[in-house]
Nanobody, 123 residues
């Protein structure tokens, strides 16, 4: 499984971005995808998650602003980010695991595959 993120950019506060995670070897209905982010000087933190049944979970810090659309193209998982804030600035990573469901989706150790990240800057 290989993951490639894209869509990162510099936007003004209140703006929107859509990040994409292209997953080679991804099998809809079988794999889980998580989104994480890491700001300079901070630990990587969870953002959002979608499981094999397309159920989603979100960190409290992004609830109501970020969504994982369920109408994704084949092998591409997106993260729609609206009403962006300066504190959302970070490198964003997608991660995958070949499991139907992750009980602790917010833990990095649950994922076996990671992308290289895409930078989001909110000014």
């Amino acid at each position: 499984v290989q993951l490639v993120e894209s869509g990162g950019d510099t936007v003004q506060a209140g703006g929107s971005l859509r990040l994409s995670c292209a997953v080679s070897g991804y099998t809809a209905g079988r794999d889980c995808i998580g989104w994480f982010r890491q700001a300079p000087g901070k630990e990587r933190e969870e953002v959002a998650y979608i499981d094999s049944d397309h159920s989603t979970s979100y960190a409290d810090s992004v609830k109501g602003r970020f969504t994982i659309p369920k109408d994704n193209a084949k092998n591409v998982l997106n993260l729609q980010m609206d009403n962006l804030k300066p504190e959302d600035s970070a490198m964003y990573y997608c991660a995958a695991d070949r499991a139907a469901y992750l009980s602790r989706w917010y833990q990095e150790s649950q994922y076996n595959y990671w992308g290289q990240g895409t930078q989001v800057t909110v000014s």
